[in-house]
């Protein structure tokens, strides 16, 4: 039995592939071990918005790395093996989704908030409208995150939030990106720098030395990376 030895390198080189040629190429070309083309129904990576079967993708990525399959692994050891190189992987594409549209539906019941609106307002005149990581003013594009979720007692204090582009925002909910308020820095986690990484140890300093309440801001943060 051969092994899966590809690299990250040789991961990305198939994404480029498979984009440019695309999932019916990947499917004829990197077919089952038997030589049987049988389309996907769960194991997807996802990368730059588009999503990629994991079994035929593994297998190409494997070629790149000159140690072509013969045998067949199961889908379950091409999702731990991209994973362990970073990737993100979803069950199907539908199962993605759906998701979305729930994180949408959240999203719309907490605008209906009337306690959101003054909390928007109140962050982006603290902040002076623009997003804190990237520098992004269109308004069309920031949101106001709390630090502490009201859920866990953060309230609506404009101390207690932040101006986010939406994608960051995201990601701060989920602890990929952080704030470290020690030294007021911002954290990428190792699995997003590829994409992110021009973000990682960003000087907020200068943004939030002039604010008032900011020990309130920086115990808030502290809390919150600890939980």
Avoid at 97 to 120: G, M, S, T, V
């Amino acid at each position: 039995m051969n092994e899966l030895t590809f690299k990250k390198k040789h991961a990305r080189k198939a994404i480029r592939l498979a984009r440019t040629n695309g999932q019916e190429w990947l499917y004829e070309n990197y077919p089952k071990h038997d030589g049987r083309s049988v389309k996907s129904r769960t194991g997807f990576l996802m990368h730059d918005g588009l999503v990629y079967p994991v079994k035929p993708l593994g297998r190409l990525a494997n070629k790149l790395a000159d140690n072509p399959l013969t045998d067949n692994p199961t889908t379950t050891v091409f999702r731990k093996y991209f994973e362990n190189l970073g990737f993100q992987l979803i069950d199907t594409p539908d199962n993605e989704a759906e998701n979305a549209a729930k994180r949408q539906r959240r999203l719309a019941e907490i605008w209906e908030r009337p306690e959101q609106a003054k909390f928007r307002r109140a962050v982006f005149e603290r902040y002076n409208a623009r997003c804190i990581v990237t520098g992004c003013g269109t308004l069309i594009s920031l949101e106001a995150a709390h630090i502490l979720p009201v859920s866990e007692d953060g309230g609506d204090a404009s101390w207690n939030g932040i101006p986010l582009r939406a994608d960051i925002h995201r990601l701060f909910d989920a602890g990929a990106i952080k704030i470290k308020p020690k030294k007021w820095k911002v954290f990428v986690g190792k699995e997003l720098r590829e994409e992110y990484g021009r973000y990682h140890g960003i000087d907020l300093e200068p943004v939030f030395a002039k604010l008032k309440d900011i020990d309130k801001t920086a115990d808030a943060l502290n809390k919150r990376n600890r939980s």
